[in-house]
């Protein structure tokens, strides 16, 4: 499944943003049977999970994530979003979207820049 990413862009903190991920090629039942979520990866740190939605829209936060950040989706219009709010310096990071499909095959978007300025 081939993901495009965008929204990112500098804020200052406390800022919000609204990234969204795209699945334009993929057919609907395969977008909408595919688990969903956003990873990111600061300069010097490991890739880690921001959210993740399932096919049956229950999520989960990373802990950086929780209280301030939303993972949703819009199967129709295959897409998965990620509101970000009350943003921090540390939110600074690469922001990746992934999906698996029902049959275990995973997909990375090329990542979208977030920069938070104190």
């Known amino acids: 499944m081939q993901l495009q990413a965008c929204g990112g862009g500098l804020v200052q903190a406390g800022g919000s943003l609204r990234l969204s991920c795209a699945a334009p090629?993929?057919?609907?039942?395969?977008?909408?049977?595919?688990?969903m979520a956003w990873y990111r990866q600061a300069p010097g740190k490991e890739r880690e999970l921001v959210a993740s939605i399932t096919r049956n829209h229950n999520t989960k936060y990373g802990d950086a994530a929780k209280g301030r950040f939303t993972i949703s989706r819009v199967n129709a219009k295959k897409t998965v979003y990620l509101q970000m709010n009350s943003l921090k310096p540390d939110d600074t990071a690469v922001y990746y979207c992934y999906a698996e499909r029902f049959d275990g095959v995973e997909s990375w978007g090329k990542g979208t820049l977030v920069t938070v300025s104190s």
């Open positions: 090629r993929s057919i609907f039942s395969t977008f909408s049977g595919s688990d």
